[in-house]
């Protein structure tokens, strides 16, 4: 690594630690020639995956326009930015480990859709209403009886012994 105050590239690892979630190393180095000490971190590079349109087009999956509408969709609801980044992470391991090089658009909006509604159930039904173009309130009423439908539903379940 290239010292960011001297522009040497003789250093030494001090120390690394994995990340909390186990997807990066961070390393702490000390310059050779200037004994500045400074953090790195070492990340799996994954393959660009490309998201297929529902009009054809397709172009780079794009990390940020996910987060930004997660955030939209949590936008003044008690959700931290941590757990939307995760959520995030989450989406985009899942994506990774389901399709090679190209992903259909409608499975991106369902998996945002599936973390929302573990989330919060606000965020989703307004992501829905987005995602699925609501043009009336009735829409909306639906989607919001087959939410409290599939609560009921969920906690009915008889529990399975671990």
């Known amino acids: 690594m290239r010292c960011v105050q001297c522009g040497s590239l003789k250093d030494k690892v001090l120390d690394s630690r994995s990340s909390k979630d186990g997807t ?3 390393r702490r180095r000390e310059c ?3 004994t500045y000490r400074y953090t790195t971190y070492e990340q ?12 054809g087009t397709r172009e780079a999956l794009n ?4 987060m930004g509408g997660l955030i939209k969709a949590c936008e003044k609801r ?15 391991t899942d994506l990774h480990k389901d ?7 409608h499975i991106i909006g369902s998996k945002v859709m599936d973390k929302l509604h573990q989330i919060d159930p606000v965020a989703y039904v307004r992501y829905v209403s987005v995602y699925r173009q609501f043009e009336d309130v009735n829409e909306f009423i639906q989607e919001i009886q087959s939410l409290s439908r ?3 539903r969920d906690t009915m379940q008889r529990r399975l012994p671990l």
């Open 32 to 34: 050779l020639n200037c």
């Open 78 to 92: 008690p959700v931290s930015m941590d757990r939307l980044d995760r959520a995030v992470e989450e989406i985009l």
């Open 99 to 105: 399709h090679v090089s190209e992903v259909p658009s």
């Open 44 to 55: 799996i590079e994954r393959t660009e995956l490309r998201v297929v349109k529902r009009d």
């Open 24 to 26: 990066s190393i961070r």
């Open 63 to 66: 990390r940020e326009k996910l």
């Open 150 to 152: 599939r609560a009921t």
